[in-house]
């Protein structure tokens, strides 16, 4: 199957001059949007709402356990070694599940379980294998030629017999933390990791009947170079991944404490990790892979890359997906639910969701209720963002609004961007260029409605978009 849009076309003066903090959109409005005065019983509400929709379900379990800390790492974890704090976890994991599951219809089929972390694998198969089983007894699963079973694992702590029981368990899909092979970076980061022992698992995983393995990738981590990250482009190409994500390292000490002990002098120049950016675009596109979006990279086969062809590409806080017709339901600590039309947030922090639902509570920390205009917005930047492009009309008669009109603000901010060559105007809306692909977060921010219209260049919320 052929991509639908052409490759990206790498531009380094254009990326530098769009380069500024922008969100990544895994949601509209975004998490900073959340108030805490959102709680328990808005949640309920919406849950019933959207039981009259009779949407199918997208189940997220979070494990926040690692055994030790990647110093570039900016996810909610928690650093122990002591295996009892996964089963006291899972006690807690299922008390939430079932005060939780029973709001909602029984007939609604679950179409995607994705377990995300931290380290998910921190548990043993049996355990995740339990886990699933539970969520099995409280919801109705789609069959598997539907379901999409996803888990998040890292390659130094598994081997291939974990693989095979987890795919005995339903998961025919995995996502393996690289980053990268190049073995000062390793050291630098803290995560050393051999090739042999990952490119066992990926081979575990197609032999086990996992279809589809996504490899993770980060430049411009500290002492990158770009003759080290194309060994590590030509290592992961040789295990030929279904999915490759390569994501850009978000240098942000003041938010994430293990950042700090990364040295800025060994952080990669402006210059350096636009080259690593595009080696990784030359390699891939040139092996076959499919440019999804933002840092996404399929084979032309895999179901990503085939949602997106026939339009139903979908991003949340899991990423792009392919269930765009569907309510996230979120367990565990931090986890984001999308129910209705409402975002909802556990606590960060293990204790205060354990008090919630020791108190008989759903641990509900804070939350959205979207308004109209906010959904329109989502629309919007969902079809930007997926897709590239956006067709002024569709949007109008989904929404009821004339989108001249209800967008001029925005509208008006495009014509700096066509000039640019981030995008071009068509006889209906307008698409990303080639060269703007790369930049799609620049062009979604000129119709979100809680950004400034000229961010500061210092705005501390966001990762850059480059």
Same mark, same amino acid.
């Given at each position: 199957m052929a991509s639908p849009f052409p490759p990206p076309l790498f531009d380094p003066d254009l990326l530098r001059r769009h380069d500024r903090p922008g969100p990544r959109y895994t949601s509209y409005p975004t998490a900073p949007q959340f108030s805490a005065a959102f709680g328990p019983e808005q949640l309920r509400q919406h849950v019933a709402a959207s039981n009259r929709s009779d949407r199918p379900l997208s189940l997220y379990v979070h494990v926040p356990f690692c055994s030790s800390p990647c110093f570039y790492c900016g996810c909610n974890r928690v650093i122990t070694r002591d295996k009892a704090r996964g089963e006291l976890y899972l006690d807690y994991l299922y008390r939430e599940i079932a005060r939780m599951a029973p709001l909602f219809d029984g007939g609604r089929p679950v179409v995607q379980l994705h377990f995300g972390g931290g380290t998910p694998n921190f548990l043993t198969p049996e355990q995740i294998a339990d886990? %699933?089983?539970?969520?099995?007894?409280?919801?109705?699963?789609?069959?598997?030629?539907?379901?999409?079973?996803?888990?998040?694992?890292?390659?130094?702590?598994?081997?291939?017999?974990?693989? &095979?029981?987890?795919a005995s368990a339903g998961f025919n899909r995995a996502s393996l933390g690289v980053q990268d092979f190049d073995p000062d970076v390793q050291k630098a980061v803290n995560r050393v990791q051999g090739v042999e022992e990952t490119l066992a698992i990926i081979a575990a995983?197609?032999?086990?009947?996992?279809?589809?393995?996504? %490899?993770?990738?980060?430049?411009?981590?500290?002492?990158?170079?770009?003759?080290?990250?194309?060994?590590?482009?030509?290592?992961?190409?040789? &295990?030929?991944?279904?999915?490759? @994500? %390569?994501?850009?390292? &978000?240098?942000?000490?003041?938010?994430?404490?293990?950042?700090q002990r990364i040295?800025?002098?060994?952080?990669?120049?402006?210059?350096?990790?636009?080259?690593?950016?595009?080696?990784?675009?030359?390699?891939?596109?040139? @092996?076959?892979?499919v440019y999804i979006g933002m840092d996404h990279f399929a084979l032309p086969g895999d179901e990503l890359a085939r949602a997106q062809a026939r339009g139903g590409l979908h991003r949340n806080f899991m990423g792009y997906t392919t269930h765009a017709e569907s309510d996230l339901v979120g367990f565990g600590v931090s986890a984001i639910s999308h129910i209705d039309d409402s975002f909802s947030q556990n606590p960060r922090d293990i204790a205060s969701w354990e008090h919630a639902i020791d108190d008989g509570r759903l641990p509900v920390w804070r939350g959205m209720a979207l308004g109209r205009d906010d959904v329109l917005r989502a629309d919007v930047i969902q079809q930007l963002m997926c897709h590239g492009e956006l067709d002024y009309a569709t949007i109008g008669r989904r929404h009821g609004i004339d989108f001249a009109e209800y967008f001029a603000d925005a509208l008006a901010r495009l014509p700096a961007l066509e000039e640019d060559g981030l995008l071009e105007f068509t006889a209906t809306g307008f698409r990303a260029t080639p060269r703007g692909r790369l930049l799609?977060?620049?062009?979604?921010?000129?119709?979100?409605?809680?950004?400034p219209a000229d961010p500061p260049p210092d705005a501390p919320r966001f990762s850059r978009t480059v």
């Open positions: 886990c %699933v089983a539970e969520l099995r007894s409280q919801f109705s699963f789609a069959g598997p030629d539907v379901l999409d079973c996803s888990i998040e694992l890292d390659p130094r702590f598994v081997g291939p017999d974990d693989i &095979a029981a987890l995983c197609h032999g086990h009947g996992i279809g589809s393995v996504n %490899v993770d990738l980060i430049y411009g981590l500290p002492r990158q170079t770009r003759e080290g990250f194309e060994r590590t482009l030509e290592i992961t190409l040789r &295990a030929r991944p279904e999915r490759i @994500a %390569v994501y850009s390292y &978000a240098h942000l000490p003041a938010l994430f404490k293990p950042q040295r800025l002098e060994d952080l990669p120049s402006v210059e350096d990790k636009l080259s690593l950016l595009h080696s990784a675009i030359d390699r891939l596109v040139a @092996a076959g892979y799609l977060r620049v062009i979604a921010m000129c119709f979100d409605r809680y950004l």
